[in-house]
């Protein structure tokens, strides 16, 4: 799982000792100097080959001034030592290729691919960004990517403020934790996931098996968190049903911009594996054109109950209702009953209630699952069924479902058309999450 580790400050300097590590951040506008000690320009960044698990520096940008703007790029079998103040070449300047490329090897530029480039804590289901990274210099001479630095030490070695902050934290807290740890991911737990704009590998700490052990909503608030490049890249990769419970988690806006950054085929599919009710929603808000495009796209059955719900105002017990419930005729036994839900289960939003409908489709009764496991097998559904139950109707407000919902106890309510027929239902979550919005929107309106 990729998570970071906080690897102690003075263990990494004794570590230093035997195997140098070094940062990007001390790295970075260092003097470079050619073979006779003259300076040709300051190190501007680091090429790596990706073809490796830790991956080995194969190149230096360098940054020449503002006189001669033109950068020049050196490998690094061109580098004799990065020892002292300077980083010493082998050669004169005139062996260095003008310009910032890329050595024929796939590689990208560290410094412009990764820092500042968020990426996936699934240890801690969060978003942290890359503020350093870190190296290994091995006996042979070439310098390994090994860490990515996600701490705020990170942060301030980079903008060159670690001497001044850390003497000022030793001298108010000499224990703090900011002296003891630097917070590193390891650079194995980085998993490839898109490429970038500019055609480098952007790369994001998580793996496809361990988004699956993230609760939706914690993946929801990961796509919140992220920028909107990263945020499509993470979920353009998700498999569709993690993609969909995801979507179903975020927010509204959020949700039309998820939803818009994918391929229509791959929408359509999506909307096919949530809620009818959350898609209609989505929908809803989409503009006319591309709302027939996704519906055209969807399963014919999903597509007519979106429809279908689309036909009410959203803040409308309508609006709110979903059309995936258990409904079986009253002549069952509960044995029957048992046998016929184990195949309505997984279509099914709340499996609690079960309702009882005439050949008509209208409402005669409703049980509770908790009902079915105390009768006896033999019983008839209209037997024990609770009849007339409590409905709301779908033009009703938010508020009255939930005054129903609340004086009665119920996990969901039913919506009836004027004939009695059963058109869905409304759950408890539903009605929460119109309810929360509302008070916002009331206690807003009621501020000076």
């Given at each position: 799982?990729?998570?970071?580790?906080?690897?102690?400050?003075?263990?990494?300097?004794?570590?230093?000792?035997?195997?140098?590590?070094?940062?990007?951040?001390?790295?970075?506008?260092?003097?470079?100097?050619?073979?006779?000690?003259t300076?040709?320009?300051?190190?501007?960044?680091?090429?790596?080959?990706?073809?490796?698990?830790?991956?080995?520096?194969?190149?230096?940008?360098?940054?020449?001034?503002?006189?001669?703007?033109?950068?020049?790029?050196?490998?690094?079998?061109?580098?004799?030592?990065?020892?002292?103040?300077?980083?010493?070449?082998?050669?004169?300047?005139?062996r260095?290729?003008?310009?910032?490329?890329?050595?024929?090897?796939?590689?990208?530029?560290?410094?412009?691919?990764?820092?500042?480039?968020?990426?996936?804590?699934?240890?801690?289901?969060?978003?942290?960004?890359?503020?350093?990274l870190?190296?290994?210099?091995?006996?042979?001479?070439d310098?390994h990517?090994?860490?990515?630095?996600?701490?705020f030490?990170?942060?301030?070695?980079?903008?060159?403020?670690?001497?001044?902050?850390?003497?000022?934290?030793?001298?108010i807290?000499?224990?703090?934790?900011?002296?003891?740890?630097?917070?590193?991911?390891?650079?194995?737990?980085?998993?490839?996931?898109?490429?970038?704009?500019?055609?480098?590998?952007?790369?994001?700490?998580v793996?496809?098996?361990?988004?699956?052990?993230?609760?939706?909503?914690?993946?929801?608030?990961?796509?919140?968190?992220?920028?909107?490049?990263?945020?499509?890249?993470?979920?353009g990769?998700?498999?569709?049903?993690?993609?969909?419970?995801?979507?179903?988690?975020?927010?509204p806006?959020?949700?039309?911009?998820?939803?818009?950054?994918?391929?229509?085929?791959?929408?359509?599919?999506?909307?096919?594996?949530?809620?009818?009710?959350?898609?209609?929603?989505?929908?809803?808000?989409?503009?006319e054109?591309?709302?027939?495009?996704?519906?055209?796209?969807?399963e014919?059955?999903?597509?007519?109950?979106?429809?279908?719900?689309?036909?009410?105002?959203?803040?409308?017990?309508?609006?709110?209702?979903?059309?995936?419930?258990?409904?079986?005729?009253?002549?069952?036994?509960?044995?029957?009953?048992?046998?016929?839900?184990?195949?309505?289960?997984?279509?099914?939003?709340?499996?609690?209630?079960?309702?009882?409908?005439?050949?008509?489709?209208?409402?005669?009764?409703?049980?509770?699952?908790?009902?079915?496991?105390?009768?006896?097998?033999?019983?008839?559904?209209?037997?024990?069924?609770?009849?007339?139950?409590?409905?709301?109707?779908?033009?009703?407000?938010?508020?009255?479902?939930?005054?129903?919902?609340?004086?009665?106890?119920?996990?969901?309510?039913?919506?009836?058309?004027?004939?009695?027929?059963?058109?869905?239902?409304?759950?408890?979550?539903?009605?929460l999450?119109?309810?929360?919005?509302?008070?916002?929107?009331w206690?807003?309106?009621?501020?000076?």
């Amino acid at each position: 799982m990729a998570n970071h580790t906080e690897t102690p400050t003075e263990g990494t300097r004794k570590l230093a000792d035997a195997a140098p590590f070094v940062f990007y951040s001390s790295l970075h506008a260092r003097p470079v100097v050619d073979a006779a000690g003259t300076v040709v320009g300051y190190l501007d960044d680091l090429a790596v080959s990706v073809a490796e698990m830790l991956p080995s520096v194969t190149a230096l940008a360098i940054r020449r001034g503002r006189i001669e703007p033109l950068p020049l790029t050196a490998r690094w079998r061109d580098v004799e030592s990065m020892d002292g103040p300077a980083i010493r070449l082998r050669g004169p300047v005139a062996r260095l290729v003008p310009g910032r490329r890329l050595p024929s090897e796939p590689s990208f530029w560290v410094g412009q691919v990764l820092l500042d480039r968020q990426i996936i804590d699934t240890a801690g289901a969060k978003v942290v960004r890359v503020n350093d990274l870190h190296f290994l210099r091995v006996p042979t001479g070439d310098l390994h990517l090994v860490h990515v630095d996600v701490g705020f030490r990170g942060l301030v070695r980079r903008l060159g403020w670690s001497e001044t902050i850390d003497a000022l934290v030793r001298r108010i807290a000499p224990k703090a934790r900011y002296l003891e740890a630097e917070a590193l991911i390891d650079w194995r737990d980085v998993h490839p996931l898109a490429r970038g704009g500019t055609g480098e590998v952007l790369r994001l700490s998580v793996g496809r098996t361990e988004l699956h052990s993230l609760h939706p909503a914690e993946l929801a608030d990961i796509l919140t968190e992220l920028d909107g490049r990263e945020r499509e890249s993470l979920f353009g990769a998700l498999a569709p049903d993690l993609a969909a419970q995801a979507l179903t988690e975020v927010d509204p806006k959020i949700r039309v911009h998820l939803i818009a950054s994918v391929p229509p085929e791959r929408a359509a599919d999506l909307l096919d594996r949530i809620p009818p009710d959350e898609a209609a929603d989505l929908l809803a808000v989409l503009p006319e054109p591309q709302t027939s495009l996704l519906l055209e796209r969807m399963e014919r059955e999903e597509a007519q109950d979106v429809q279908r719900l689309l036909r009410y105002e959203q803040d409308t017990a309508g609006g709110m209702m979903t059309t995936e419930f258990a409904t079986l005729p009253a002549h069952l036994t509960a044995a029957e009953a048992f046998e016929r839900l184990r195949g309505l289960a997984p279509d099914v939003e709340l499996i609690y209630y079960v309702y009882v409908l005439d050949s008509a489709e209208r409402l005669k009764g409703v049980i509770t699952i908790r009902q079915l496991l105390l009768v006896s097998p033999a019983a008839r559904l209209e037997e024990f069924m609770r009849r007339d139950p409590v409905s709301v109707r779908p033009d009703d407000s938010p508020e009255r479902v939930a005054e129903v919902t609340e004086k009665y106890n119920l996990l969901a309510v039913p919506v009836l058309d004027a004939q009695g027929k059963l058109l869905g239902i409304v759950t408890v979550d539903d009605v929460l999450t119109h309810m929360t919005g509302l008070a916002w929107k009331w206690k807003l309106a009621r501020l000076p």
